[in-house]
């Protein structure tokens, strides 16, 4: 995976948010800053869905393309549809923060919070 092809990535998952290991983890593993890592909140991923205004965390800030992670991929995947349909580029990770080396054997609570809390 080529890190410098993304403008951002955004953590698209609505029952589910990274908690800070889960953030360190998706950066550390694409090689970026903690800082590039977004999360869509539920009503954002909703407006989206809904064929809404464009939230703002899913706008990409130059020509590249937006990586996308959830859970295991189906998700992110979905959204990825959704913005392609805009004409945004935007990939999915694949397997998802469950599918990270780093994080592979570990309980999702471990890194994951209900995205309500």
């Known amino acids: 995976m080529n890190r410098d092809s993304y403008d951002a990535v955004v ?27 977004r999360v869509a909140r539920l009503g954002e991923l909703q407006a989206l869905m809904d064929g809404g205004e464009l939230p703002r965390v899913f706008a990409p800030q130059s020509r590249r393309k937006i990586l996308l992670v959830c859970m295991v991929g189906g998700t992110s995947m979905m959204v990825a549809e959704t913005l392609a349909a805009r004409g945004i580029t935007a990939d999915s990770l694949r397997g998802g923060i469950r599918g990270l080396p780093s994080l592979r054997g570990r309980p999702p609570l471990d890194y994951l919070r209900s995205a309500i809390e």
């Open 11 to 37: 953590w698209t998952h609505g029952s589910f948010a990274p908690k800070w290991e889960g953030v360190e983890a998706i950066a550390s593993a694409l090689g970026i800053d903690t800082d590039s890592v």
